[in-house]
């Protein structure tokens, strides 16, 4: 890490430090959080998978929105890149009825205020992809909103903009998984501004943090589905009996090992590359 860095902020995964007025440097920890509480226990080479697929994504998606990325650091889980007026916004964009999701459209047919056929089971893909976004929570969890909501946000236009941005983004990856077999039922984005007021893509980008990943091969709707994101943890937390509150539990060796070997597949898979040969040389990702 450089030696002139000032410390701005931490989240439950990443801390975040100044280079600069110009650039930010963004380092992805190995943490671990499940229902918004992080865990004492961490999960190695996590917070590489993180950097290293964002930074996948964000070459190849380029040319459909201009993105913050500047450079990944050798460390595999640093990245710098530029700073930007962030939008008030989680961008989700779900392509199959799952989480949250499948919540609501159980209890009123509708999704994030839009109504979907009648008689949808879990895990259902939806005819289209669909926007909905929600609202980015600081302590606890984010919460759905309709169209008009997050307009009162970010204003009438740039919501078209980033709901077009959102959408593309998705599809494109979508498309891209699905030929490397994984279906991704949905997905996170964050965007910020620049000092022109581009839109410009932020933060991670279709990891396994940000993603819902399910394994192509065996997929049924009807129920819930096996995952390429920290589920594996998540359903280990659940038999505890824990409260969902701080602290949280440690967790054993053996959900440690199965959770880090899930990051390392969906990266290797949907990348087409090595993990140790990111691991040796990160800007592999890029090429």
């Known amino acids: 890490m450089p030696e002139a860095t000032l410390h701005v902020g931490s989240g439950k995964v990443r801390e975040l430090y100044a280079l600069d007025d110009e650039r930010l440097l963004l380092v992805a920890s190995d943490r671990i959080s499940t229902f918004d509480v992080v865990l004492p226990t961490e999960i190695p080479d996590k917070g590489r998978v993180l950097t ?52 609501d459209y159980q209890s009123s047919g509708q999704v994030s205020g839009q109504a979907l056929p009648g008689g949808l089971q879990e895990s259902a893909e939806l005819p289209e992809p669909l926007f909905t976004p929600s609202t980015k929570a600081t302590t606890g969890h984010d919460e759905n909103i309709d169209r008009s ?39 996170k984005f964050e965007f910020g501004l620049d000092r022109t007021g581009t839109l410009v893509l932020a933060d991670e980008v279709l990891t396994p943090d940000s993603s819902r990943f399910w394994p ?20 280990y937390c659940e038999t505890l009996g824990w409260d969902k509150t701080a602290p949280g539990p440690e967790l054993t060796g053996e959900v440690v090992e199965g959770t880090r070997a899930r990051y390392v597949e969906a990266f290797e898979r949907l990348t087409g590359i090595a993990f140790e040969d990111y691991l040796a040389n990160p800007e592999v990702v890029l090429r």
């Open 216 to 235: 192509a091969e065996g997929y049924r709707p009807g129920g819930s589905q096996p995952s390429y994101d920290k589920q594996f943890a998540r359903d």
């Open 52 to 103: 290293g697929l964002s930074g996948f994504w964000f070459a190849r998606t380029a040319g459909i929105c201009a993105n913050h990325l500047i450079e990944l650091r050798p460390d595999g889980r640093s990245t710098e890149c530029r700073k930007l007026e962030m939008l008030p916004l989680e961008c989700v964009v779900r392509g199959y009825l799952a989480g949250s999701g499948w919540k």
């Open 149 to 187: 909501q997050a307009a009162a946000l970010i204003g009438a236009d740039r919501l078209t903009e980033v709901e077009r941005a959102s959408i593309a983004l998705y599809r494109f990856a979508a498309d891209h998984a699905r030929s490397r077999g994984i279906l991704i039922a949905d997905t």
